[in-house]
């Protein structure tokens, strides 16, 4: 059964993202025979009942995919048919979960807030692989592979997916069996690769009805790479890996077209429909300051965005208030609040919002290039604001500034819940030319 699955996950997705408008994906992946799970310790923590179960999601390129999944359950739950799953990595030799794991501590006490279920699936991908490959280095090498026509299922995002997959079963199956909970609706989350799984997981399975996808700020990826080069004159060290198989190029024509169609979220916006929080660091190293603003306005349903100012490509535990509150908004279907921008032919920003922030700041940094990564933010608090704004944003005399507003409310809890804008740079306009064609016509 196994030899059908991922050739199956790929149709699915190609046939999706080969139309102008999304068409509806299979909803329900075929298990292959090495799904399996056990259940290898419990624990208390906080006022939750934890489980640590050791889950085989799948085989893959010959090798079984294991995982530990911790099941986190408070004692009271508002909801009987919804939970939260956070998309993690590690590597196969990581050790069992326990009660001082950080992870652990941190997500038992969002599943207490959030009064749902939360699950922790670690090994996502399963690595190191294909002679000790981690990462963007194991990533990039399946992608030549796929490009090269080595076989339809390379694509590592594909097996992230489903163990994804797999582990929103094993979870639902585990919690019925033990409280007789049926759980139908899950709200995902997951950091960089993680993230990019967590985008495809909500295009392949029903069941996701919110996502929250961290430090993944590459949507429409032939764009991004344009702008990132426009940007630094070069693309990003931290994308070195791609580079190595001239991805950048490659991904524009022939098979590498077909591998960008299936990969990126972009191409799946029409059917995200679902709510979403895109979580970013103001200080990725990875993406162009502003690289939401080549995706953002094309996204389709209700969306926000969330900038961590000085933050880079791990964000830390900063963001779980803002995470925690979109995530029991969502499953209890409460409507989220909505921001709208522009910014005018004379470059004064106007904000306007839903809901009622208890702070709105300005956050403001410069740059004598337009790489931000190393820039320092600082903020202004803007004072006797109801429901919009409105600032002149100084282009400086050299150099690029940039911009962006936050809005802080009152959260799940004692949290609080920050969105934000787009960033807007200053000057406009970017300091190289696109990059020139080169390579093969692989």
Same mark, same amino acid.
């Given at each position: *059964?196994? @030899?059908? %699955?991922l &050739?199956?996950?790929?149709?699915?997705?190609?046939?999706l993202?080969s139309?102008?408008?999304?068409?509806?994906?299979?909803?329900?992946? &075929?298990?292959?025979?090495?799904?399996?799970?056990?259940?290898?310790d419990?624990?208390?923590?906080?006022?939750?009942?934890?489980?640590v179960?050791?889950?085989?999601? /799948?085989?893959?390129?010959?090798?079984?995919?294991?995982h530990?999944?911790?099941? %986190? @359950?408070?004692?009271?739950?508002?909801?009987?048919?919804?939970?939260?799953?956070?998309?993690?990595?590690?590597?196969?030799?990581?050790?069992?979960?326990?009660? $001082?794991? $950080?992870?652990?501590k941190?997500?038992?006490?969002?599943?207490?807030?959030?009064?749902?279920?939360?699950?922790?699936?670690?090994?996502?991908?399963?690595? &190191?692989? /294909?002679?000790k490959?981690?990462?963007?280095?194991?990533?990039?090498?399946?992608?030549?592979?796929?490009?090269?026509g080595?076989?339809e299922?390379?694509p590592?995002l594909?097996?992230?997916?489903?163990?994804?997959v797999?582990?929103?079963?094993?979870?639902?199956?585990?919690?019925?069996?033990?409280?007789?909970?049926?759980?139908?609706?899950?709200?995902?989350?997951?950091?960089?690769?993680?993230?990019?799984?967590?985008?495809?997981?909500?295009a392949?399975?029903?069941?996701?009805?919110?996502i929250a996808?961290?430090?993944?700020?590459?949507?429409?990826?032939?764009? /991004?790479?344009?702008?990132?080069?426009?940007?630094?004159g070069?693309?990003?060290? *931290?994308?070195?890996?791609?580079?190595?198989y001239?991805f950048?190029?490659?991904m524009l024509?022939?098979e590498?077209?077909?591998?960008?169609?299936?990969v990126?979220?972009?191409?799946?916006?029409e @059917?995200?429909?679902?709510?979403?929080?895109?979580v970013? $660091?103001?200080?990725?190293?990875?993406?162009?300051?502003?690289?939401?603003?080549?995706?953002f306005?094309?996204?389709?349903?209700?969306?926000?965005?969330?900038?961590? &100012?000085?933050?880079?490509h791990?964000?830390?535990?900063?963001?779980?208030?803002?995470?925690?509150?979109?995530?029991?908004?969502?499953?209890?279907?409460?409507?989220?609040e909505k *921001?709208?921008?522009? %910014?005018?032919?004379k470059n004064y920003?106007?904000?306007?919002?839903t809901?009622?922030?208890?702070?709105?700041?300005?956050?403001?940094a410069?740059?004598a290039?337009?790489?931000f990564?190393?820039?320092?933010w600082?903020s202004?608090?803007l004072?006797?604001i109801?429901?919009?704004? @409105?600032n002149?944003?100084?282009?400086?005399?050299? $150099?690029?500034?940039?911009?962006f507003?936050?809005?802080e409310f009152?959260g799940?809890?004692?949290f609080?819940?920050?969105?934000?804008?787009?960033?807007q740079v %200053?000057?406009?306009?970017?300091?190289?030319?696109?990059?020139e064609p080169?390579?093969?016509?692989?």
């Open positions: *059964m196994h @030899k059908q %699955l &050739p199956l996950l790929l149709a699915s997705l190609l046939a993202s139309t102008a408008k999304a068409q509806q994906l299979t909803d329900v992946l &075929p298990v292959d025979d090495s799904y399996a799970y056990e259940i290898k419990e624990f208390r923590i906080g006022v939750c009942k934890a489980q179960v050791r889950l085989t999601s /799948q085989t893959w390129q010959g090798k079984p995919w294991q530990w999944l911790t099941i %986190l @359950k408070p004692d009271n739950t508002s909801l009987e048919d919804a939970a939260i799953l956070f998309i993690s990595g590690g590597s196969s030799q990581s050790g069992q979960p326990d009660a $001082g794991n $950080g992870e652990v941190q997500f038992a006490l969002i599943a207490a807030i959030c009064q749902v279920p939360v699950a922790i699936l670690n090994q996502v991908p399963n690595q &190191p692989l /294909q002679g490959k981690y990462e963007d280095d194991l990533i990039a090498y399946t992608f030549d592979k796929y490009m090269n080595l076989g299922d390379w590592l594909l097996p992230m997916v489903e163990s994804a797999r582990a929103m079963d094993t979870t639902a199956a585990i919690l019925k069996e033990q409280s007789g909970t049926n759980i139908t609706r899950f709200s995902v989350a997951g950091a960089s690769k993680r993230g990019w799984t967590t985008w495809l997981t909500s392949v399975d029903p069941r996701v009805v919110s996808p961290m430090v993944i700020d590459v949507l429409n990826m032939p764009v /991004q790479m344009r702008q990132q080069f426009q940007s630094y070069r693309y990003s060290h *931290m994308i070195t890996p791609y580079l190595k001239n950048p190029e490659r024509k022939g590498g077209k077909k591998l960008t169609e299936l990126d979220p972009f191409s799946y916006r @059917k995200i429909q679902i709510p979403k929080l895109i970013l $660091g103001t200080n990725d190293p990875y993406w162009t300051v502003d690289a939401s603003s080549i995706y306005p094309d996204l389709v349903g209700p969306k926000n965005l969330y900038y961590l &100012p000085n933050g880079g791990g964000l830390g535990i900063q963001v779980l208030p803002t995470m925690a509150t979109f995530f029991k908004k969502t499953l209890n279907n409460h409507t989220l *921001m709208k921008w522009e %910014l005018d032919s920003f106007h904000v306007k919002w809901g009622k922030p208890r702070n709105v700041h300005l956050w403001k410069h740059s290039t337009r790489d990564r190393e820039a320092k600082e202004t608090r004072e006797d109801t429901n919009s704004t @409105k002149l944003l100084e282009v400086p005399s050299s $150099g690029y500034n940039a911009f507003i936050d809005l009152p799940a809890g004692t609080f819940y920050n969105i934000a804008t787009e960033i %200053l000057p406009k306009g970017f300091e190289y030319d696109p990059p080169q390579g093969s016509d692989n």
